[in-house]
Nanobody
């Protein structure tokens, strides 16, 4: 069974950092493009960042540029999202996703999804 499971979410103060991790089972992540998405209350799910199989990254959320970094650990079969200088507007459920095709900021281009992990940025 192909599965993605996110972890690392939680409550953090503005300006703080969190590292999200997404573990895959049933398939190896290095054969896929890997994306992180987020969905804030009352808003549509939006692409945050994506990692191509080649290692090239694309940032879709403009306000994440320079603050969020996506990376893959092939030995652990995980894809991580390091988030620094967090803001209250980063509050959302964060999802990882995988596609056998190239990176995309569109949800319907991804075949596999995790269940999401809540990130809350608040003082």
């Amino acid at each position: 069974q192909l599965q993605l499971v996110e972890s690392g979410g939680g409550l953090v103060q503005p300006g703080g950092s969190l590292r999200l991790s997404c573990a895959a089972s049933g398939f190896t992540l290095d054969a896929y493009a890997l994306g992180w998405f987020r969905q804030a209350p009352g808003k549509e799910r939006e692409g945050v960042s994506c990692l191509q199989r080649s290692g090239r990254t694309t940032t879709y959320a403009e306000d994440a540029e320079g603050r969020f970094t996506i990376s893959r650990d092939n030995a652990k079969n995980t894809v991580d999202l390091q988030m620094n200088s967090l803001k209250p507007e980063d509050t959302a459920v964060y999802y990882c996703a995988a596609t056998p095709y190239g990176c995309s900021g569109r949800t319907h281009d991804y075949n596999y999804w995790g269940q999401g992990t809540q990130v809350t940025v608040s003082s």
